[in-house]
């Protein structure tokens, strides 16, 4: 994977209270500079009491991916929704709308992630650190398990398609249905396996019985001489 040269600079606002001398940390505004982009991204994130949007989870929505957040709603009450921003609608000011996923919208990760052959979910402490990971909007690292060898490739949580994008070491988008097919085909295999067992218990169970009927003949017979 080729280093990312992108240039994050976050310029912050405070404001005087209309009280004291004190001053209040009230918004930063995040421009970022992607390296194969010539114009760069604006975006002001507000600090609200239970919302605030972190620098590092600001590069991530910036970035295009989604972020999994415990909010805070006008009645003060706390909620959980993946947040991803919408670079195609502006808001009242000038910011990028930021969409909501919440919990009933039905995104699972976990799930989503069980359908992958990832090496990681086979040990529970990795399973959490990469979730934990993806919920932060992060371009992860995972390793999947393809034809019985490691291949290392990028993962990204993509809650608005309640799915998983999958980018090869080039960061190149996998279809989700190569990536799926792996899994698939070992549950194949394993199906073909208990399958082939069942058809040689049912033809030895046939066998057995052949002698049986056999010996029945020869008794009667010899009853009959």
Known sequence: MKAST???????????????????????????????SKESL???????????????????????????????NKEGQLYNAWVQMDFKEIDSNSNFKLNQYHQNYGYDLEGTLAKLPLKELENPKYKEDLIDSLKKGNLQSATFLKDGNEVKQFIEANPQFKTINVYDVNMKRIDNRESKGEKQSEGAKTSVKQDSKKQEASADNENSDIPNEGKKRRKKQSNSI
Do not use: P
């Open 6 to 36: 992108d240039r994050a600079k976050a310029t912050l606002h405070f404001k005087k209270s209309d009280q004291s001398e004190m001053y209040f940390f009230n918004s930063y505004k995040v421009d970022l500079q992607k390296d194969n």
């Open 42 to 72: 604006e975006q002001t994130f507000y600090i609200n009491k239970g919302s605030n949007i972190t620098m590092k989870e600001a590069y991530n929505l910036m970035e295009g991916r989604a972020v999994n957040k415990e909010l805070t």
